[in-house]
């Protein structure tokens, strides 16, 4: 699969969510995935690496033992010879406004580098000096289309990729369901819950970062702690997903990817998932105005084409990043 790539990449990614839906291109060549920059690591290597970067010993003393760490991390070794471009997840993003980012250039000379804001970047690095990032980055992708126009970022939808779910015997069937942080969004929740389950509809919510002022509904779970695995067997016992936006968040979220690499009805308040590609009318229902009628359109089967499902894969990341530093 990655004989027509240009590059060797290093992607310096995170765990759960981002193991599924890398997955297709994690185990290539060609790819070398860290969940953290001190994967692979004995403990006392690990110990010594977090030490150099950690924010509060670096109060004190810049970069302790950098001349052993600096060694351990990112050390990717690849089958072939070629250029290396490096992924960066935003999270991860402080590793290069360190003096690491001259050690890497050093080691891997005339390599590119790639940043990808996978959530807002407000929410990621905070305060950001974009002018900054953009010197030390050749390409800043962002899913969100409000920060691409705010900061001149190029777009690109989270990948997903396609992988069968542990079956999970002791979870019951439901209608509809719906796990994430409250926050602001409380309100636009409990009033969807209210009208599902007076519908006759069994949801199953499981709610967190609740705001104190908020009264508890029966029925709903509150700040359960849950995997990304055991939430896709969550996932694969009910017939919809329910989607509420971030305020401000213009971007697609997972919940559509899910929604169609495992064939379920969409329940959202996305106002831009019409103008999408990916927009489905069978299977993907606006919550303002569709919600009163989820109880006739909840039984219909749901099914995407084995096309739709592969153009989500991250292997199309890599070809898009491909073509933008040629």
Request: glycine letters at 4%; one cysteine or more.
């Amino acid at each position: 699969m990655n004989q027509n790539f240009h590059y060797n990449y290093i992607i310096c990614g995170s765990d759960g969510y981002y193991l599924i839906g890398y997955n297709d291109i994690i185990n290539l060549d060609n790819v070398c995935y860290y969940k953290r920059y001190w994967d692979n690591l004995s403990l006392f290597s690990k110990i010594l690496v977090r030490t150099t970067f950690s924010k509060f010993i670096n109060r004190y003393i810049k970069q302790p033992f950098s001349s052993i760490s600096y060694r351990l991390v990112l050390n990717a070794k690849f089958k072939k010879e070629a250029p290396i471009c490096l992924i960066v997840f935003a999270p991860s993003s402080f590793l290069l406004n360190t003096p690491y980012l001259q050690y890497f250039d050093k080691k891997y000379p005339g390599n590119k580098k790639v940043l990808y804001y996978q959530d807002k970047v407000q929410v990621h690095t905070p305060g950001v000096d974009m002018n900054r990032m953009k010197e030390i980055y050749d390409v800043i992708y962002s899913y969100n289309r409000a920060d691409c126009v705010q900061y001149g970022l190029k777009y690109y939808p989270t990948p997903y990729s396609s992988l069968p779910l542990p079956p999970n015997p002791s979870l019951e069937d439901t209608d509809v369901f719906y796990c994430g942080r409250a926050k602001t969004r409380y309100k636009v929740i409990i009033d969807a819950y209210n009208e599902l389950t007076n519908q006759g509809l069994k949801c199953d919510f499981y709610l967190s970062s609740v705001p104190e002022s908020c009264p508890g509904i029966d029925g709903i779970h509150y700040n359960q702690n849950m995997t990304y695995i055991e939430y896709l067997q969550h996932l694969s016992h009910t017939k919809a997903l329910l989607e509420v936006m971030q305020e401000d968040a213009d971007g697609f979220t997972p919940r559509l990817w899910e929604s169609i690499m495992y064939d379920k009805h969409l329940i959202t308040n996305n106002q831009f998932i019409k103008d999408s590609v990916f927009y489905n009318a069978l299977y993907m229902h606006d919550l303002r105005q569709s919600i009163s009628e989820a109880s006739s359109f909840i039984t219909e089967p749901v099914s995407y084409s084995e096309t739709e499902k592969e153009r989500l894969s991250p292997v199309h990341f890599l070809y898009d990043i491909e073509k933008t530093l040629e």
